[in-house]
Structure formats: C-alpha cells, structure tokens
C-alpha cells in the first residue's frame, strides 16, 4: 500500500487490483495501521470473496482449477450440480453448480466456485472454511442445515468420497414412496385428486397434508424423477 513516496499510502480502486468495496475498507484500515505504526501490516488477499450479481450467481473464493495446477499443487476437485442440492430441487431453481478444489497431499480445502442463485449468501461459508484451514473431511463431517442452500457444500465435500447424485436421489425416492404409502394408508382405493385433500383427518396432520399436498402439485416430475432415481439406484 506504501507508494514511491514513503508518507503516501494507496489503497482501493486507485490501486488497480481487488475493485470492490470491502477490499478498500480492508486495505484502508491496513494503510492507516501501517502509516501510523511502521509497515507491519501486509495486505492478504488470497481469501477474498467475490460474487458477481448475475442471475444465476457467481461466487468464488480462492484457487481455481487452473491456479492450482499453474502453482504445481496436486489437487482433486469435487463437482456437483444443483439438481443433487435439496434445497434447490425444492425452490425449482436448479440452475447452476458448485466445485470444490482441494490439496490431494493433504485433503486443505484451496477453493470454492459456486454458480447458483444466491450463491453470495453462500461463498461467505467457504470462506470461513479456508480461513481456517479446513480440509474437504473437515467441511464434509460439519452439521449444515437442512433444505439451505449452503448445505450444497457440505454435499460437494462428500462427493469426493461419495456418489452423492445416489445418495440424494435414494432421499427422494424414500419421500416419494413414504407420500404414496400415507396416501394408500388414507384413501386405499380411492385415485389422487385435489378432493383427497379435503379428508378431514389429513386437516388433522398438518405436516402429512403438507407432504400431499407436495405431491400432488408436483407429482408428474416427481414420478417422473422417482424413474430416474430408480434407474440410476438399481441400474
Ligand atoms: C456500477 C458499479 C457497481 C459496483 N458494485 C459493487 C458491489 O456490488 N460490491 C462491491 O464490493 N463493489 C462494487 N463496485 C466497486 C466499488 O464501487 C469500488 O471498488 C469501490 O467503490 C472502491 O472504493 P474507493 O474508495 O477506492 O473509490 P471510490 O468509491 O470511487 O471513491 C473515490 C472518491 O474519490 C473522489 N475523487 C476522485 N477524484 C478526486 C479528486 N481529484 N479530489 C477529491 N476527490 C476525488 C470520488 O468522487 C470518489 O468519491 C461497483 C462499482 C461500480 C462502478
């Protein structure tokens, strides 16, 4: 930040790297720090979020693929789509990805990329991740909300190890199957219609009406997706 001149330190945009707000308040507390107490303070970016405004997302943090191979690391990467994100299956929003690239020495955590809608709400967690030197096992065995967006990590982690597509398509066909069974419980011979909701006893069950009411608003791409899961589970 000290310029040619030693009594004349620069920091955001003029400098020419790191243009966003937060860089600028980083680097001008540093500044003001390395003015008053002697350069002590160095300007650390390699933990630096950015996310682009687009619809859907983009936000990243960290290496990149071609970064990591560029510095000679051996790295493994971890892909995973959003239709294997529940909460994005649910908001019919499956519109993007989210790779994860790690050391293969050492299983650290050097970067997350994240194509999603909201996905500014969620490189913040990647970047506490990497602030803090996780590695991919770390961030894998970490307790993420259910039905968040930011659970996609937790699932991306896993995935190095695991086929994680199986695993979130085994969780939908044992929703499907535990809806078709509490209708067959309820209405044994009767076909699913809207009027099946009307049973007083499924008013009494707020959350089976719920689990109903979901299938029946979307039960043509649920039977559909039961297809494929089942395909892709047995076959
Ligand atoms: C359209 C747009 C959208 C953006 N969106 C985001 C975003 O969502 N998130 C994000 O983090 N960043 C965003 N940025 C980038 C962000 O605005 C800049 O990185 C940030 O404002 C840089 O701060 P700064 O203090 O270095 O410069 P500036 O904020 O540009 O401040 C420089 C100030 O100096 C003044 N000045 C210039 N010349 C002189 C002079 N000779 N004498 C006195 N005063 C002078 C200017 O009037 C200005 O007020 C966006 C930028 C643009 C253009």
Not at 117 to 122: D, H, K, L, Q, S
Not at 127 to 143: C, P, Q, R
Not at 201 to 211: F, P, R, W, Y
Not at 217 to 222: G, N
């Given at each position: ?11 955001g945009?003029?400098?020419?790297i790191?243009?966003f ?7 001008g507390k540093?500044a003001?720090?390395?003015a ?6 160095q300007?650390?970016?390699?933990i ?7 619809d ?34 649910a ?9 994860l690239i ?11 990329h994240?194509l ?10 990647a ?17 993420f ?8 990590l ?21 929703y ?5 069974q509490l ?16 049973i007083p ?11 109903i009411?979901?299938?029946l ?6 039977v ?12």
């Open positions: 930040m000290q310029t040619t001149r030693d009594d004349v330190y620069a920091v945009d003029v400098t020419g790191d243009m707000v937060y860089m600028a308040a980083y680097g540093l003001a720090l390395n008053l107490e002697g350069n002590h303070k300007y650390d970016d390699a630096m979020p950015t996310v682009v405004f687009t859907p997302q983009v936000a990243d943090v960290g290496l990149t693929e071609r970064q990591a191979k560029e510095q000679n690391i051996n790295i493994k990467t971890s892909s995973i789509i959003l239709n294997h994100v529940p909460r994005f299956i908001a019919h929003d499956t519109r993007g990805l989210i790779k790690a050391n293969k020495n050492t299983d650290k955590l050097l970067g997350v994240i999603a809608p909201e996905a500014g709400e969620m490189i913040q967690t970047v506490t991740a990497l602030k803090a030197g996780m590695t991919t096992e770390d961030l894998a065995n970490s307790i909300p259910y039905l968040t967006g930011v659970e996609g937790k699932l991306a982690a896993l995935n190095f190890d695991k086929d994680v597509k199986k695993t979130i398509m085994l969780c939908w066909l044992v499907l199957t535990n809806c078709e209708l067959s419980v309820e209405r044994p011979h009767h076909h699913l219609s809207k009027t099946n909701l009307k006893k499924l008013h009494k069950h707020s959350k089976i009406k719920g689990l009411d979901a299938y608003r979307h039960r043509r791409s649920y559909t997706e039961k297809r494929r899961a089942k395909r892709e589970i047995l076959g």
